[in-house]
């Protein structure tokens, strides 16, 4: 049973202190490694443990294919300045390869994860000599998990899988107490630039929970340009996430005067505190003419745009 430390209750500078001793006692003297992705999760555990171990902490950047527009060089330069080295490791083939033909979502997210942990993060740790992964997993994700709401990637011991027997090192979860809000916080504490600790949540199986069927690179495309546009066009409203999904059955559109059997983009857009729960952004109807306007302008083969406005329950923030 993990016990939840509340945003009210959290201390961010006793959290960081106890954390920091539980990371340096849980490592010893050995190396210690960590994915970073650039989301708030990730980000925070990185800057936790580099206050922890300095230099005994290998952090990497999976570049897996199914990332936001300029995600590698945004991550790696933000870090830069921090004074944290991030190494990109280019993987798109082996994640597009294990992807191939899956339609299924679990089956899918299962294929994420075990390219990631065992093919090409168990071939990194292995190469570092690191015993260790330090990993960002938050009380939200063992939730949703252990339900059965979604199996997130992350998420191992408390479903009876022990990563040491699985893939070879054991996982060190120092944020797993907290949810959403509570790591923006400590993120702030331990000095992210709001840019990051404020940034959306963004999946762990990144683009392709936005994918529903097969993840291809063309599809991955699609759904990262509409992205971009989507995070760009809603910025502004103050909603905890937002974001394009990509459906699957091709739809009946019209482009030059001519018949078109193209693309069909769902726009989300979510108010919600810690992700438990989660009610749609009430958004104007002229800025979601915009985002239907921008969408079908500059997407090839998109010739529909909705906007959901079921509420979690009984939707999730994510499609897949």
């Known amino acids: 049973m993990i016990t939840e430390i509340t945003a009210q ?24 490694i960590n994915a970073l992705s650039g989301g708030v999760d990730s980000s925070t555990v990185t800057m936790l443990g580099h206050r922890a171990l300095g230099n005994r902490l290998k952090t990497v950047f999976i570049d897996n294919g199914i990332m936001r527009e300029g995600e590698p060089e945004q991550v790696v330069g933000f870090f830069g300045k921090l004074g944290v080295t991030v ?21 899918k997210r299962e294929a994420i994860t075990q390219t990631f942990y065992k093919d090409v993060f168990g071939k990194i740790v292995r190469e570092s000599g690191a015993k260790c992964l330090l990993q960002g997993t938050i009380l939200t994700d063992v939730d949703e998990t252990v339900a059965g709401i979604k199996r997130q990637h992350n998420v191992f011991e408390q479903l009876g899988i022990d990563p040491q027997q699985a893939f070879g090192y054991r996982i060190i979860e120092p944020l797993i107490q907290l949810r959403k809000d509570s790591v923006r916080k400590v993120g702030k504490a331990l000095g992210l630039p709001a840019d990051l600790f404020d940034r959306i949540p963004f999946p762990g199986p990144a683009l392709a929970a936005r994918v529903i069927g097969e993840v291809t690179p063309e599809r991955i495309d699609i759904v990262r340009k509409a992205t971009a546009i989507v995070e760009h066009l809603l910025k502004d ?47 104007s109807f002229d800025l979601l003419e915009e985002l239907a306007r921008k969408i079908t302008d500059n997407i090839p083969g998109v010739v529909s745009v909705t906007y959901n406005v079921a509420s979690k329950p009984p939707s999730t923030l994510e499609a897949v």
């Not at 190494?87 to 089956?107: H, M, N, Q, S, Y």
């Not at 769902?266 to 952004?281: G, I, K, M, Q």
């Open 9 to 32: 209750e959290l201390n961010t500078d006793r959290f960081i202190e106890e954390k920091v001793r539980e990371i340096q006692a849980g490592v010893g003297d050995g190396m210690t």
């Open 87 to 107: 190494e990109v490791v280019d993987a798109r083939k082996e994640f597009f390869a294990a992807l191939k033909g899956i339609t299924d979502p679990e089956v």
């Open 237 to 283: 409203t103050g909603a905890f996430q937002y974001m394009a999904i990509l459906h699957e059955d091709r739809v009946t559109g019209m482009r030059d005067g001519k018949r078109e059997f193209g693309c069909q983009i769902e726009v989300r857009c979510w108010n919600s505190v810690d992700a438990r729960t989660a009610s749609p952004t009430r958004l």
